[in-house]
Every structure is written in structure tokens, then in C-alpha cells.
């Protein structure tokens, strides 16, 4: 199992920015993919991006040009850089590490948009 430790949620205005950060308490490249999502109240949680043990990225299309993930094996840290930030991008953002072993989550931190 792999504890997750995220920060960097808040409130922001539009067209604003924020960086997410999550500390595994595994080192990073011994996770296989380790990823970002997000569930806005009444929405099911979706893919926002992911980071590969190898440092393949992939970031959903519609977030694009807008959300970077990224990583710092110095600081054993996986971020989710977000900026242009709307509204619609307010939910709470949850990291995950997917091993052989399993499937974890961090507790989410919220990130609020207003307009």
C-alpha cells in the first residue's frame, strides 16, 4: 500500500493558477503510473492526468495547454500544474498510485474556482 500526501488546493480566481503536490511514501519511480483526478459535487471522478514510472505523461484533451503533471524525483513529488483555471475546474483533486499490489488514493484537496 502507498500513502499518499497531497497539498497545494485553495481558492483562486479565474484565469488564475494553482500547483498541486503529492508525496508517495514510496519513491516515484517504483510506482507505475501514479495520476491525478478530480470529482466536482454530483459528478462521478474523472482522469485528469498521469506520469508513468519511466516519466511518460498524458494529460486528458480537454485539459491540454492548460494542466501539466510532472515530477521531481529529488523531492519525490508528483505536481499537477493548472493554470488559465475556470470554474468548472472547482472539485476536489485526488491522487492515486496504481502498483501490481494495488490501487491508492490521497484524502483530495479542494481546489475552488470563482469567476
Known amino acids: 500500500q502507498v500513502q499518499l500526501v497531497e497539498s497545494g488546493g485553495g481558492l483562486v480566481q479565474a484565469g488564475g493558477s494553482l500547483r498541486l503536490s503529492c508525496t508517495p511514501s514510496?519513491?516515484?519511480?517504483?510506482?507505475?503510473?501514479m495520476a491525478w483526478y478530480r470529482q466536482a459535487p454530483g459528478n462521478q471522478r474523472e482522469l485528469v492526468a498521469t506520469?508513468?514510472?519511466?516519466?511518460?505523461?498524458f494529460v486528458v484533451d480537454s485539459l491540454k495547454g492548460r494542466f501539466t503533471i510532472s515530477r521531481d524525483i529529488a523531492k519525490n513529488t508528483v505536481y499537477l500544474q493548472m493554470t488559465n483555471l475556470k470554474p468548472e475546474d472547482t472539485a476536489v483533486y485526488y491522487c492515486?498510485?496504481?502498483?501490481?499490489?494495488?490501487?491508492?488514493w490521497g484524502q483530495g484537496t479542494q481546489v475552488t474556482v470563482s469567476s
Open positions: 506520469i508513468r514510472t519511466y516519466g511518460y505523461t
Open positions: 492515486n498510485a496504481r502498483t501490481v499490489g494495488g490501487n491508492d
Open positions: 514510496r519513491k516515484v519511480p517504483a510506482i507505475d503510473t
